[in-house]
């Protein structure tokens, strides 16, 4: 949807394809980072955003069974914004959808569903099904831009397989009811062999429960109880409300995938997102670097496609590969700092059964110089290489 925006701003005719006819889907992460709140400011939309129902965070903590203690503090980062925001994921691509249909060139079709690539001379646009009529259609482009998400169609279609990292864990995802006396904002919580995260909606919680890789047939032939028990255990201050999971009907099951492909473009395609890097959920970063692509990819791809018009051509490959070459570092950094803290953090907290005295070594440091706490800030919010909108794109 960002890259829409930013193209149709172009003038370059864009059409997204959405398989669903809205966004209205819940546990797709809800942050909108420091880097991101600022280019809705360049895009002349940061009061549109303000208008949302949202919370502003100013730090991250986590509770451990030594203490609690601050991971990130944003008020340390550079630049005017100090915070991410937390809302609901379909009000902010309402948003974008909205500013980007005042573009006369821009088209969102939903309810369409990419099926497969045309082939002719590379990739010459897509096959898709009206998911309403379940009529195919043809759509042709001089560029296909996959930005399907983790399981892309559009990349399996076009023949690029990623190369997948192993991960030791899936989420549970699951809402309970939010009390005004309740902590604000993120909050984590770990303790041996369990490990939860609380997202605040305002009058609810939505909770991300880390799991065993594989793990979910067994814990769930556990039953309810077990879980809910468990949850209390973790955070006794939600003991009262755990009954809000009334089945594991509430509980929604995301695997978790982290992969790289090793070129992100083919003639006639570009991949970006998480179809060209699949995050984990690690740090709550894959919006920011999908996002960051887009900017990347409109600022390098707008000013060709616009000139060419009517008339347009093949965008080359070298002019797609200036993409990948300008968002590789940061996607391999990110999903490098995701893999050791898999290893280092969840693969010890999963498979350990007794707590531990002390707070991690490094959460520990965090505490003891405060100063610290801009480090992990400026990964989450801002990411290595944070992009700006183009000139011809602010309003
Ligand atoms: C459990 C979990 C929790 C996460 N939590 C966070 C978080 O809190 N913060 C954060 O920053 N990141 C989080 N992430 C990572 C983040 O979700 C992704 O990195 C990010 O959404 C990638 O954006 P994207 O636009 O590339 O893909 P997506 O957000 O997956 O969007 C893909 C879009 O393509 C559409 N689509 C898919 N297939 C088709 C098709 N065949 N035809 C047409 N349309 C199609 C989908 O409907 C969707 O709208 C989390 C990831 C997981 C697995």
């Not at 549970?172 to 303790?191: H, I, K, M, Q, T």
């Not at 965008?315 to 290893?343: D, E, K, M, N």
Request: charged share 25%.
């Amino acid at each position: 949807m960002v890259l829409g925006l930013l193209l149709a701003r172009a003038g370059v005719q864009v059409t997204v394809l959405e398989k669903h006819v809205d966004f209205l889907r819940d546990f797709r992460g809800d942050t909108v980072h420091a880097s991101t709140l600022t280019l809705l400011d360049e895009l002349g939309l940061g009061a549109r955003f303000a208008a949302l129902p949202h919370r502003d965070v100013e730090s991250l903590g986590a509770v451990f069974d030594a203490g609690e203690a601050t991971v990130a503090d944003f008020t340390r980062l550079p630049g005017s914004v100090k915070h991410i925001a937390f809302v609901p994921q379909w009000d902010l691509l309402d948003l974008l959808a909205e500013a980007a249909e005042e573009e006369p060139t821009f088209t969102l079709v939903r309810n369409a569903e990419v099926t497969d690539v045309l082939r002719g001379h590379g990739i010459e646009g897509v096959r898709y099904t009206d998911r309403a009529t379940g009529i195919e259609h043809e759509m042709r482009a001089v560029l296909t831009v996959a930005c399907d998400g983790r399981d892309s169609v559009v990349r399996a279609s076009a023949g690029l397989e990623p190369r997948r990292f192993g991960v030791p864990m899936d989420v549970w995802w699951f809402r309970l009811p939010r009390r005004a006396d309740d902590p604000e904002g993120g909050l984590g919580r770990l303790s041996a062999g369990r490990f939860c995260i609380l997202i605040d909606r305002g009058a609810e919680w939505q909770c991300a429960y880390i799991i065993r890789k594989g793990g979910d047939a067994e814990l769930r032939a556990a039953g309810i109880d077990a879980f809910r028990r468990g949850l209390a255990e973790l955070v006794p201050w939600l003991a009262d409300r755990v009954c809000a999971v009334e089945s594991f009907d509430d509980v929604k099951l995301l695997s978790v995938e982290l992969n790289r492909v090793h070129r992100w473009y083919a003639d006639g395609l570009l991949l970006i997102g998480d179809a060209a890097h699949a995050m984990s959920p690690v740090g709550g970063v894959g919006i920011n670097l999908a996002v960051a692509d887009a900017v990347a990819a409109a600022r390098i791809l707008g000013p060709h496609l616009a000139a060419d018009g009517a008339a347009a051509t093949a965008v080359p490959t070298t002019v797609l590969r200036r993409v990948q070459r300008r968002r590789w570092l940061p996607a391999f950094l990110i999903q490098s700092g995701q893999r050791a803290i898999h290893r280092q953090v969840l693969s010890r907290t999963l498979s350990r059964a007794s707590s531990s005295a002390g707070l991690p070594r490094a959460i520990a440091a965090l505490q003891r110089f405060p100063a610290l706490q801009g480090i992990p800030a400026r990964i989450v919010a801002l990411g290595p290489l944070p992009e700006h909108a183009p000139e011809w794109a602010r309003r």
